[in-house]
T-cell receptor, first 117, second 116 residues
Framework: GENVEQHPSTLSVQEGDSAVIKCTYS??????FPWYKQELGKRPQLIID?????GEKKDQRIAVTLNKTAKHFSLHITETQPEDSAVYFC????????????????FGAGTILRVKS | EPEVTQTPSHQVTQMGQEVILRCVPI?????FYWYRQILGQKVEFLVS????????KSEIFDDQFSVERPDGSNFTLKIRSTKLEDSAMYFC??????????????FGPGTRLLVL
């Protein structure tokens, strides 16, 4: 089955700097890769996702890149702000499209991002 | 904006007792999931549910676990005889449908289960 590795486990950056979190996956059939942000005591919230038919996606200060050949994808946050401090999880949806079944998400271990002001 | 809700937020139970964790998925969603996160570890998939039956389950989801959608709104996870190692945060999630661009899974706030 799918296995997702995530690095680093913790990341401290100065406010205004960029942050990059990297994930690798093992199953070449996986084709959907969401990123979730989890603030302390709150639910995981989807912040961006990417499908395997594109290499990059941006949403304001957040971008995700995908390298299918190398089987890795990365989250890029530019101009970090204190409110970006949270735990970030990458995930891969196991199984190929079409989605006839549950298509579970396999998560990385999470990255604690601290933005210092 | 509609959200997945879960009750209770915290549950403390004695080893061997039965617990039922409740979830109300987003109303027009068709796929439902349970995940768990042991403190300091990854979020792990337990089970997915579609069309009133389990579509996939993990090796964690043994005979002590069951899921049910008793009515049109609730989705429950039952642990028949809890063990110490069942202590974790349990997340419910739901997804709209099985079509492209409808893959987003929306998570509930979680139930923190502590087994003593």
């Amino acid at each position: 089955g799918e296995n997702v590795e995530q690095h680093p486990s913790t990341l401290s950056v100065q406010e205004g700097d960029s942050a990059v979190i990297k994930c690798t996956y093992s199953d070449s059939a996986s084709n959907y890769f969401p990123w979730y942000k989890q603030e302390l005591g709150k639910r995981p919230q989807l912040i961006i996702d990417i499908r395997s038919n594109v290499g990059e996606k941006k949403d304001q200060r957040i971008a995700v890149t995908l390298n299918k050949t190398a089987k890795h994808f990365s989250l890029h946050i530019t101009e970090t702000q204190p409110e970006d401090s949270a735990v970030y999880f990458c995930a891969a949806r196991e199984g190929a499209w079409p989605m006839e079944y549950g298509n579970k998400l396999v998560f990385g271990a999470g990255t604690i991002l601290r933005v210092k002001s | 904006e509609p959200e997945v809700t879960q009750t209770p937020s915290h549950q403390v139970t004695q080893m061997g007792q039965e617990v039922i964790l409740r979830c109300v998925p987003i109303s027009n969603h068709l796929y439902f999931y349970w995940y768990r996160q042991i403190l300091g570890q990854k979020v792990e998939f337990l089970v997915s549910f579609y069309n009133n039956e389990i579509s996939e389950k993990s090796e964690i989801f043994d005979d002590q676990f069951s899921v049910e959608r008793p009515d049109g709104s609730n989705f429950t996870l039952k642990i028949r005889s809890t063990k110490l190692e069942d202590s974790a945060m349990y997340f419910c999630a739901s997804r709209l449908a099985g079509l492209l661009y409808q893959e987003t899974q929306y998570f509930g706030p979680g139930t923190r289960l502590l087994v003593l």
